[in-house]
């Protein structure tokens, strides 16, 4: 049985930091292009971040260039974003996601084989 769970949310101020943790379990972490989606009130889940097993392939949405960071640690089975200068705007539900696509990095929700559960992140201003 697949399993994603994700940790690290909460509320923050603008400006602060959070990092994301999502642990697999069942399934064979190196194999999947992992990914993080995020899903604000009323809109559609879009795609943020995703990371293949090779570390140098890693992929990101352009509203978080430069303030987000996906990395993985296969050892683990554990994905992490790390989220700087944060925004109201990133105020939204981040699902951990992986994708069965070898180093291609699918931005489509339907093109996921697993979710996490999802957690929330709050950015006050």
């Known amino acids: 049985q697949v399993q994603l769970v994700e940790s690290g949310g909460g509320l923050v101020q603008a400006g602060g930091s959070l990092r994301l943790s999502c642990a697999a379990s069942g399934l064979a972490f190196s194999m999947f292009t992992m990914n993080w989606f995020r899903q604000a009130p009323g809109k559609e889940r879009e795609f943020v971040a995703g990371a293949p097993w090779l570390p140098s392939r890693t992929s990101y949405v352009d509203s978080v260039k430069g303030r987000f960071t996906i990395s993985r640690d296969n050892a683990k089975n554990t994905v992490y974003l790390q989220m700087n200068s944060l925004k109201p705007e990133d105020t939204a539900v981040y699902y951990c996601?992986?994708?069965?696509?070898?180093?291609?990095?699918?931005?489509?929700?339907?093109?996921?084989?697993?979710w996490g559960k999802g957690i929330l992140v709050t950015v006050s201003s």
């Open positions: 996601a992986a994708a069965l696509s070898g180093v291609v990095i699918k931005t489509n929700p339907g093109d996921m084989n697993y």
